[in-house]
């Protein structure tokens, strides 16, 4: 009797210290599932979600504390991918938070913008080239069409230029019967 | 002696139809009025172009400069004037517009001069860029830049070189009549190859529908003073293809993921090897090419053919007949079909295959998959097409790509044979792009993040860096007025006090200090009042303040006089 006893209070003294040493050694920094939803929004930190930028909108859904359908720029595939890392039911985009729109990238009017920086700073990923009373313009290639810049610019000299398809970028469809065409 | 040859699985046998054009000599066709050369030829960076629109240029001359490694630069195919540069349509599936260089020539074809390179006396990469700079690509339908297919890599050796002369598409002879006419440049092109890759064994594989091809090459072959041998490969299609002629001729197979180079091999188009002599040997850099013009044309036959000549040049030069419901560029089995037939031929075009209703009936509709597997028993590369389909279909692309859906070469064997005449291929090419697409959307998305962090982390770090330089300005105040307290207080103070400054400084020094920033702040304040104040006002004569006394008297009379309604308003309503 007091050996079974002596023998399971050892054990749980064992397991008790192998726990306690995994819990400090081995803790996950970070929330591991907020770093999953962050690895499908697509990154515009436009904050059209309500938040101010993708990965605080990532944390919110980890924590329950937003929904899966509050991000246009992801799109209706978004949610699905969402809504299947998560295991709920996909649901149609909030019209609230916006409408998805065609890609495109900001572009300023260099005859009109007066160097004011006021872009450069509500840029999220510094991604507009400029200095005070010197010209501006923004690096395409890194641009993701948040549309942050559009408000604060005093002179409107920012315009949305939706990103054509080209060459390089163009896909093959998905194989469909054609229809025969009328007239 | 026989060589052993072996057999890759699968593939089909299609109806040939080579004889319909391979008969007929080499025609040159005539110089078009208006070229357009596009910049995007190859795999790889596009050419810059170098020219402007009313510039003059001569055949062979540089329009557009390569622009990277793996990129080739293009040439004008004949003398004239730039007349555009400009997006115009190309000769690709998808009908989208891209840069080309369209040149008005002038009829009189006036070359640039032209100098020979003595390759075996020139560094191997100066000889590379220069057939770089010379436009080579790969003329077997993939147009990758040879000048980097002719670098051996590190080990600065590959063993192995072969020469494809399999031609195992349908319809399509141009390598064909190349190798029938053109043999012994093939072959001098074959020994400059050999010597950049300093390969000890030359394997030229040719099918065997092809009995003049390999006469020829044979006989070219025994004039050559380094061992080369023709080897007659079984038609099988797709035997021509790169994978399956290294395995029909070594009964090797290059590992999923790898390039032949990896295994000691490489594989070149007899095309390639003939535009690399032409451009090492007479200086000529590549603005020509041979073009098999057939299918439901008059005259099936090969042209020699300038790079930029509408397709439609060609066809009529064929005989256009009535009844074409398209064009493919390629063979039946892998072609693309055409936005339209005025494109231009490019470094890629081999055959332009004119469709009619009797040659091409269209397929009946798609039924669905059955799994009957015949698809899998066919399959060159090896893989498991009807589950590809099923992933491709249901945009499973992750289970596609563990079905090693990149290591389908597209030859269109399991859409040949498929009873429920499903369009395989399609959803491959489909399943291919998207995942193109979705990884280049992912690097998009990771590098906003890291922008997107990095400016965060940068806002924070200006902030700490503003509040440190505002506490440092501060403390510095705060001495400066310490020590103009202390000098203020020590002539006044006996010895005594002198001795315990640490006293005066460690007690009340805080307080006083305090106390001095707020007497100085105000005096500066009363200073500044003192030096605003108008100065007009004071300091005023006697006569002077009798006149502002008597003027704000009356100023003030008006006013009482103003409070007061008129005695008139208020009798007469």
Known sequence: ?183 | MARELFRFKGGVHPPDHKAESNARPIHAAPIPRQLVIPVRQHIGNPAKPVVDVGDTVRTGQLIAAADGTISAAVHASSSGTVVAVEPRVLPHASGLPDLCIVIDTDGRDEWVERTPLDYRAMPAADLRMKLRDMGLAGLGGAVFPSAVKLDAGPAQICPLLILNGGECEPWITCDDVLMRHHADDIMRGAAIMRHLLGSTEVLVGIEDNKPEALAAMREAAARLEFAVEVVAVPSVYPGGGAKQMIETLTGRQVPSGKLSTDIGIQVFNVGTAHALARAVLHGEPMIERLVTVTGHVLRPQNFRVRIGTPMQTLIDLAGDREGATGVLMGGPMMGLVMPNSHVPVVKATNCILVQSRELFPAPPAALPCIRCTRCADVCPAELQPQELFRFAKAGDFGRAQEYHLFDCIECGCCTYVCPSHIPLVAYYRYGKSEIWAREREKRAADLARERHEFRQFRLEREKVEKAAKLAAKAAAARAQAAQDQARRVAPATDAPATATPDAAAGGTGEADAKKAIIAAALARAQAKKAQSAPKNTGQLSPEQQRAIDEIEARRAKIRELARKPLESETENP
């Open chain 1, 1 to 183: 009797m007091l050996t079974a006893i002596g023998v399971m209070v050892l054990l749980a003294g064992v397991i008790g210290v192998a726990l306690g040493w995994s819990a400090v050694r081995l803790k996950v920094e970070g929330n591991p599932l907020a770093e999953k939803i962050d690895a499908i929004l697509p990154q515009t930190q436009c904050g059209q979600c309500g938040f101010p930028g993708c990965k605080p909108y990532a944390e919110a859904i980890a924590r329950g504390e937003a929904d899966i359908n509050q991000c246009p720029p992801g799109g209706e595939d978004g949610v699905k991918q969402l809504a299947e890392l998560l295991g709920v039911e996909p649901k149609p985009l909030d019209g609230e938070h916006g409408v998805p729109k065609p890609k495109s990238v900001a572009f300023i009017d260099e005859q009109t913008c007066i160097g004011c920086t006021l872009c450069i700073q509500a840029c999220p990923v510094d991604a507009i080239v400029g200095a005070a009373k010197q010209m501006h313009t923004i690096i395409a290639s890194e641009c993701t069409g948040c549309e942050l810049c559009l408000p604060p610019c005093p002179v409107d000299c920012i315009a949305m230029i939706e990103i054509r398809e080209d060459l390089p970028h163009w896909k093959w469809r998905y194989p469909q019967i054609q229809l025969k065409r009328v007239a």
